[in-house]
């Protein structure tokens, strides 16, 4: 059976957090992952002394998310120069040859994200076995979306592509999840583990309290 095939239990990760507030929330509603950007175009970038007054606070059994968008080597160590991860999330065009360099030199886990518009997207995914050691998978933006970041512009795919999809790798979705949708989403899609940035912000890069809670007590909920 495909690893995250109906599963009762539903992780949540609550990405681009960067306000102590947000961080105790997430952790205290039940979070299972909390994600930490370092890309500076997106409005929820942090610099290394930012993070680390967050990641502190973060309690063994949530796992910490480092963020990057095609990285160099010196991106990745000015920030793991000053905070712990235990995964690396990768949301750009690394290869599976530099997802794979990324896990080993750094020891660390790795979530390489495919962008998914049809079924025939979830191709890429194989090569990353070996590599990676979870996907996830998010909204393939417009063509004539010139202003989408990499990840969280809200933008939700149709989660049927992945019903029935079988995966080597544990995998999450993401692209446009709110509380309201998420049932729907998790029942067309079949995931266990989702994520969740835009979603649960008043503003970009502004996270909601009481829409951090929403969403993880719809998680709980299904």
Not at 32 to 44: A, D, E, L, N, T
Not at 69 to 75: A, G, H, K
Request: aromatic share 6%; net charge negative.
């Amino acid at each position: 059976m495909p690893p995250n095939a109906n599963s009762a239990n539903i992780e949540v990760k609550i990405c681009g957090l960067a306000s102590p507030e947000s961080v105790d929330v997430a952790v205290e509603g039940g979070a299972r992952y909390v994600g930490f950007v370092f890309y500076p175009p997106s409005p929820r970038n942090l610099k290394p002394a930012e993070a680390r007054s967050l990641t502190e606070r973060v309690p063994l059994g949530v796992h910490r998310v480092a963020l990057f968008v095609n990285p160099s080597d010196t991106d990745i160590d000015r920030v793991f120069a000053q905070n712990q991860f235990d995964m690396i999330q990768l949301h750009g065009a690394e290869t599976p040859e530099r997802t794979n360099n990324i896990r080993a030199r750094t020891g660390t886990k790795v979530m390489k994200v495919i962008k998914l518009a049809a079924r025939a997207d979830l191709a890429a995914a194989a090569a990353y076995q070996g590599a990676a050691d979870q996907l996830l998978f998010d909204a393939m933006a417009p063509k004539d979306r010139t202003d989408a970041l990499p990840g969280g512009n809200a933008l939700a795919f149709d989660w049927t592509l992945l019903a029935g999809a079988e995966m080597a790798l544990p995998w999450m979705l993401a692209g446009g999840l709110t509380a309201e949708n998420l049932a729907q989403a998790v029942a067309s899609s079949g995931a266990s583990q989702v994520d969740v940035s835009s979603g649960v912000e008043d503003a970009p890069g502004v996270k909601s309290p009481d829409k951090i809670r929403a969403f993880l007590a719809a998680a709980a909920a299904i």
